[in-house]
C-alpha cells in the first residue's frame, strides 16, 4: 500500500467530457449532468494509481464521486494497522460523513487505478440536495444501497470463512450480478490488499487464489478473469 506521504495527488482540472458552466439548478434539472460538469463549488481532479484523494485525520469539508476508476476506503488503527473497508467504482459517492458534523475523515481514499473525481463542497452538496428532489433521491438510492452493502460485508466478516469471503470479493470486483459481468478485473490488486479486504493473511489468500485457479475458478492473463464457476464456493454450505 503506498505511504500517504508518498500519495500526493496529482489535481488537474478535468477535461474532455467535462464541460463548465452547465446549470446546477432549475427546470429540467438533471443529476447526471451536475455529476459531470464544473462549476460553482464543483471540481474535477485526476489520480494516478496510488494517490490519495483524502487522508483519515484531515477536515472533512466535501462529498466526493467517482466519475472514472476505482478508489479504495482504508482505515489505520493507532498501532498501525491497516483495512480496507470499501472499494469503489464509477457512479459512486465517498465523503459523506461531512454532510453529518463528521468534522475529520475517519479514513484514507486512495486512487487504484487512474481514475477522475469529482469534488463537491459541502455548502454545494447540502444546497443541491435541498433545491432538488431529483438529486435526493439518487444520492438517498447511493447510500440506502451503500448500507445494504456493508451490512452484507459485516454478516459475511462474521459468519463466511477467509476462503469464502475471498471468492465474494473476487465476483463482487468483477461485478459479478450487474449488467455486462463478470467482467475481467484489470485493476492490479495485491494479495496484501485483498488480505486487507477480507480479514486474513496474504499466504492465505495465495493459497485460495492457487486453488481456485486449479479448479477452473480463475484464471489469470494479464488481469484476473473470474469466472461463474466461482460463485459455488459462496453458495456451498
Not at 489505520?76 to 473497508?85: F, L, Y
Not at 435526493?136 to 444501497?145: D, P, S
Amino acid at each position: 500500500m503506498a505511504k500517504a506521504a508518498d500519495g500526493v495527488a496529482r489535481r488537474t482540472r478535468g477535461k474532455g467530457s467535462v464541460s463548465k458552466g452547465s446549470p446546477a439548478v432549475g427546470p429540467g434539472f438533471d443529476p447526471q449532468v451536475f455529476l459531470a460538469t464544473v462549476n460553482q463549488g464543483r471540481t474535477v481532479n485526476s489520480y494516478r494509481k496510488g494517490d490519495v484523494v483524502f487522508r483519515q485525520g484531515t477536515p472533512a469539508d466535501a462529498v466526493f464521486y467517482v466519475q472514472k476508476g476505482k478508489i479504495k476506503i482504508v482505515v489505520a488503527s493507532s498501532q498501525g494497522k491497516e483495512a480496507v473497508i470499501a472499494l469503489l467504482g464509477s457512479g459512486e459517492f465517498f465523503g459523506e460523513g461531512c454532510l453529518i458534523g463528521q468534522p475529520l475523515r475517519l479514513a484514507t481514499a486512495q486512487a487504484m487505478v487512474e481514475s477522475e473525481i469529482m469534488r463537491v463542497g459541502k455548502v454545494e452538496m447540502n444546497r443541491v440536495l435541498h433545491a432538488e428532489p431529483a438529486f435526493g433521491e439518487v444520492f438517498i438510492a447511493h447510500l440506502l444501497t451503500r448500507n445494504s452493502k456493508v451490512e452484507e460485508d459485516l454478516v459475511d466478516q462474521l459468519f463466511n470463512s477467509s476462503e469464502k469471503r475471498l471468492a465474494r470479493t473476487l465476483l463482487m470486483l468483477a461485478n459479478f450480478g450487474k449488467e455486462g459481468g463478470p467482467q475481467p478485473i484489470t485493476a492490479k490488486i495485491s494479495q496484501e490488499t485483498l488480505a486487507e479486504i477480507i480479514g486474513t493473511t496474504r499466504p492465505r489468500v495465495s493459497f485460495f487464489m492457487n486453488k481456485f485457479r486449479k479448479l477452473g475458478f480463475i484464471s489469470y492473463n494479464g488481469t484476473i478473469q473470474v469466472h461463474t464457476s466461482l460463485l459455488s464456493v459462496v453458495l456451498r454450505e
